[in-house]
């Protein structure tokens, strides 16, 4: 006799959701109660999300946060895609899956997957794109994926509307055993307002409906998540422009502005909103170093990598907290004018750190006029990004009261995000489901 056939579950991904704003989501809120769960530091998307498919923490599967520092190579890398990154087994592996974009989808074991992913001229040249691998034609019977919406000075609904959709077209056509969506444009006001407006969690949910209706006409069980909460904040900690001052970070100037050479310095920060990674040349300069970043206003405490569970080969030497108003700015520069040419443009893969200043823009007037240049076939750098850090009101990254963290809605759903990978395979496995 074969083995019995798995149940079906459908996980919505459904970023900055909190206890709090349940109230606002009511076809969120009558699939169960949230429990709100423990979820490791630094609590952001890349981190959070290896956390949920192998059921580790960072010291295991690596991911340390949305970038970390290379050493071998001297590179900051943030938002890499390839699911090879992540060590260790994952939910998806011998489940029929379909993964909507969810990250480090890029060789990935699921069967069907859909990811944002660009295409990069020899010139330098961007044209944005997905790679669609569900065998459904998204794009023919959606129209294009609304890329400037998912990140950027216009990021907003359009894309959640968009994922779901394709979720609901992926459910209708294949009816995977195990279906993977992520819904993400309530981290885009969270990061622009101190508070996420009602409105907000209104549209995400109704796209989460969508996706909930065709779920349960299927019979398929909706579970859903949530990586992290957002919080108010209006301190931005200019730390590397800190260790700069010190002495220790060092610049090179040129054509393009002054870029960071970490292969010179003797400290500098991997800034990750309310978590910094602090990469120390030297192991005799590491107490120093500590011991200047305590004085640093806005830094709540300095702590050894495995405090945290983040003992790993990647992590810096140091982690820096800071307070619960405050986050972590990855500026070195010291006047605007030399800033790195690619600090006013919407350049995820080269900033050494995370930058919510990409949110927002200077100019629509400006923005307007560089499309026009690029219409004529001219070069040009799409620079209408501000370096005003105190534009930024929500930020994450630390463990925030529950009513503000993150949660889980399911049957009978456990408290820490560790436990959900086996959640999960009980929730496909049981007989009673």
Known sequence: MGADPLNKVCVLNVVGLTPALLAFAPRLAALGSPVPWNCPLPAVTCTAQATLLTGTLPREHGIVGNG????????????????????????????????????????????????????????????????????????????????????????????????????????????????????????????????????RVAEVDQCAGWIIDQAQELGIQVVVVSEYGLVPVHRPIFINRYLREAGLLEVRDGPYGEMLQTLESSAFAVVDHQVAHVYVARTEHRSDV????????????????????????????????????????????????????FARTVDIHRKPGYDPCELFMTSKLRAGARLLQKKLGFRYRMDVIPLDATLVQGSHGLQPAPESGPLIIGPNAPDRMTDFKDYILQLLSDKKH
């Open 290 to 341: 500590r011991r200047r970043l305590l004085e640093l206003p806005g830094v709540a405490d300095v702590v050894a990598p495995g405090e945290l569970g983040l003992d790993h080969p990647r992590s810096g030497d140091w982690i820096a907290l800071a307070e619960p108003d405050a986050w972590f700015a990855y500026y070195y520069w010291l006047d605007d004018r030399r800033a790195p040419d």
């Open 68 to 199: 970390w520092y290379e050493r071998s190579t001297g590179e900051v890398r943030f938002w890499q895609q390839s699911n090879h990154l992540i060590h260790g087994s994952k939910l998806y592996d011998g489940v029929e899956t379909a993964k909507l974009f969810w990250w480090f989808n890029q060789g990935a074991s699921a069967r069907w997957s859909v990811t944002p992913k660009p295409h990069y001229g020899c010139d330098g040249s961007k044209e944005f794109g997905i790679i669609d691998r569900t065998d459904c034609d998204l794009e023919r019977r959606l129209g294009a994926f609304p890329f400037f919406t998912f990140w950027g000075p216009n990021a907003g609904w359009p894309c959640s509307q968009w994922i779901a959709r394709a979720a609901v077209e992926t459910l209708k056509q294949k009816s995977p055993t195990l279906t993977l969506v992520y819904l993400p444009h309530l981290d885009y006001d969270g990061q622009r307002c101190p508070t996420v407006a009602p409105e």
